[in-house]
């Protein structure tokens, strides 16, 4: 079984900075596709960004430009670099080890608590 870890949320003042990072204890990110969701209260699940195996990005539309999502395999860890946070962009956010692609149930984080606020 792999566990993940999300650490590094907090609270921020809007337009400030936060790093998210995810730890798996066992190495799957040069296999499957990583990603970070949230979901804020009152609010459905979304995708903020994912990575593949072979490190292309993709991001929600919300947070292009502003958040960058980087992985290092060695270390088996993914990062959310998030910049010119928002109030909007307060949610739990959730660390994914995504393994639809393969019919395999995917792994998940317990989350981290982002609040964007003065």
């Known amino acids: 079984q792999v566990q993940l870890v999300e650490s590094g949320g907090g609270l921020v003042q809007p337009g400030g900075s936060l790093r998210l990072s995810c730890a798996a204890s066992?190495?799957?990110?040069?296999?499957?596709?990583m990603g970070w969701y949230r979901q804020a209260p009152g609010k459905q699940r979304e995708l903020v960004a994912a990575i593949t195996s072979a490190g292309s990005t993709n991001y929600a539309d919300s947070v292009k430009g502003r958040f960058t999502i980087s992985r290092d395999t060695a270390k088996n860890t993914v990062s959310l670099q998030m910049n010119s946070l928002k109030p909007e962009d307060t949610a739990v956010y959730y660390c994914c080890i995504d393994r639809s692609p393969y019919k395999l149930a995917s792994y998940w984080g317990q989350g981290t608590q982002v609040t964007v606020s003065s």
């Open positions: 066992k190495g799957m990110f040069d296999i499957y596709p």
